[in-house]
């Protein structure tokens, strides 16, 4: 299939950041796709977008999500932006592989981003060939979707498509575009963008923006933008206790990568932990450990800290005051985040009273999950028989800890039946393991086989149903020499 006919296509697409924010991207095209070809498309989020699912199919969907048609009410942009990478400032980044190609409001009133990412140069793309691989594009499209189905806020993935041409990286590789369906794409560095340049005008135009957008609620507060900054602070807070509770590891949380919505955003050398270890890492190029697992919540602080950087001129025309009221907010963090990990960690104990030892209770699970080296999603997995059955004198990794926590379930005034089905409800069975992720990538690029990624899709998207034929998803990989490693792969 080269060309689909398509004259006059419309989506229904509504572009307000084109339309409203002059200056803060650059109109533009995608690259032509050689051969254009559907690996995946999302029927049901199509279904939410308010999409016609049969429009978006076959070798249409496969011309539309290559970026070869271009819907007629669609305004291509390149986003600009900024950012902190590694802790080192970026002043000029921006959408190098990516294509904005507008908004789209769902049928629940909620205004999403639909963006092509691998579709080719754009103004931003330094040195790089604006293109994605097909292993990064599939993973992506796998763990935003695991992610979504785990309850985590969450850059959805509509489509996948390989574009029929090689792409160079350390080998030739098949080129490939992910469409990717987002709250919005606004960054900490699309405000750090304007900041640095002392565009001060702009950085309340986009706050004003985003206030309009993501917090409406926003609009009548005395302080309009110390309230911005609380808001998106409280949602980075909830979102990186999602991701602690399921033992994900963002490896890239620069500032460029976080999103001002509160949605888990631009998934590179990101991974799920098997064996329980706070300082685990996985990307090759967080060659420190910056992005580990237990160092997210500070990062998070410390990208927040940047965003406030950019409000100073925006919040208190005194800047010392400004620089006073962010510094406070900035500070709240800790216990918000604390706030929420520790809701996040009961759940996951299906406890549903607050009680003063619970703190405690959880650190020592988590030290004692340390200490055995246990599987992460595993061992919390595990808590649903060991409530049902109240076996305190079975030997398992949690047997010290056991009869202090049956003990504190016993305060919930719960029968252990409804304890257990509620624990099943909250931890996962099945996460992508990193070795199935990895099977899935490899043999769809080495391969053009499929199936790995199409089974492990489905296993992941149903996390919380255990299924018997599908033990093999269920265990970490047997233990090998190298720890495991995962690479930006752009
Ligand atoms: P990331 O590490 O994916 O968050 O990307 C960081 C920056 O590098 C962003 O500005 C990207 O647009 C840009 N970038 C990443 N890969 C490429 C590529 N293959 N071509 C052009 N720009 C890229
Ligand atoms: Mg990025």
């Known amino acids: 299939m080269n060309d689909t006919p398509i004259t006059g296509l419309r989506l229904g697409f509504d572009n307000s950041y084109a339309a409203s924010l002059d200056g803060f991207y650059t109109p533009w095209e995608a690259d032509r796709a050689p051969n254009p070809t559907l690996i995946h498309f999302n029927k049901k989020l199509a279904l939410d977008l308010g999409l016609d699912p049969n429009v978006l199919a076959a070798e249409r969907g496969a011309a539309i999500f290559s970026g070869n048609v271009i819907p007629t009410d669609a305004s291509p942009i390149a986003q600009v932006y900024a950012g902190h990478q590694f802790g080192a400032f970026s002043p000029q980044l921006g959408d190098g592989r990516a294509l904005l190609l507008g908004e789209l409001v769902d049928t629940k009133g909620t205004r999403r981003d639909i963006q092509l990412k691998g579709s080719g140069r754009t103004p931003y793309s330094r040195g790089g060939d604006g293109k994605a691989a097909m292993g990064p594009v599939l993973r992506e499209y796998l763990i935003a979707e695991a992610m979504h189905a785990l309850g985590v806020p969450t850059t959805r993935a509509l489509a ?249 379930l016993s305060v919930e005034g719960r029968n252990p039946s409804e304890i257990t089905k509620y624990l099943l409800e909250v931890n996962p069975a099945y996460i992508p393991r990193n070795h199935k992720v990895e099977e899935a990538l490899e043999k769809a690029t080495n391969e053009n086989d499929l199936v790995p990624f199409f089974n492990l899709l489905d296993v992941v998207t149903e996390p919380y149903n255990e299924k018997p034929n599908l033990k093999a998803y269920l265990e970490p990989a047997p233990p090998e020499t190298a720890p495991y490693r995962t690479f930006c792969g752009t």
């Open 160 to 408: 996948a498509v390989t574009t029929g041409e090689l792409i160079y990286r350390e080998k030739p590789l098949p080129g490939a575009i992910l469409t990717r369906v987002a709250k919005s794409h606004i960054r900490v560095g699309t405000f750090q963008f304007f900041a640095a340049r002392g565009e001060h005008d702009r950085v309340r135009q986009l706050a004003d923006y985003v206030i309009q957008r993501h917090y409406p609620g926003i609009t009548t507060n005395p302080e309009p933008y110390l309230e911005l900054f609380r808001a998106i602070a409280d949602r980075q807070a909830k979102l990186i206790a999602k991701w602690m509770g399921i033992g994900f590891i963002h490896g890239v949380m620069n500032t460029d990568n976080m999103a001002i919505s509160g949605e888990t955003i631009d998934y590179g050398p990101c991974a799920f932990m098997d064996t329980f270890a706070p300082n685990t890492f996985f990307s090759s190029i967080d060659s420190h450990g910056r992005y580990a697992y237990g160092a997210q919540p500070s990062i998070a602080q410390w990208n927040l800290t940047r965003f406030a950087e950019t409000l100073i001129s925006i919040v208190d025309g005194d800047q010392d005051k400004a620089v006073g009221k962010l510094t406070e907010e900035v500070k709240n963090f800790r216990t918000t985040y604390m706030d929420y990990w520790l809701q996040e960690m009961r759940g996951k104990l299906g406890l549903q009273t607050e009680q003063s030892g619970d703190l405690d209770l959880i650190t020592d699970l988590f030290q004692l999950m340390a200490d055995q080296k246990a599987d992460f999603t595993s061992t919390f997995r595990s808590l649903a028989n060991l409530a049902a059955d109240n076996t305190a004198d079975e030997n398992t990794v949690l047997t010290p800890w056991l009869p202090r926590w049956l003990q504190r």
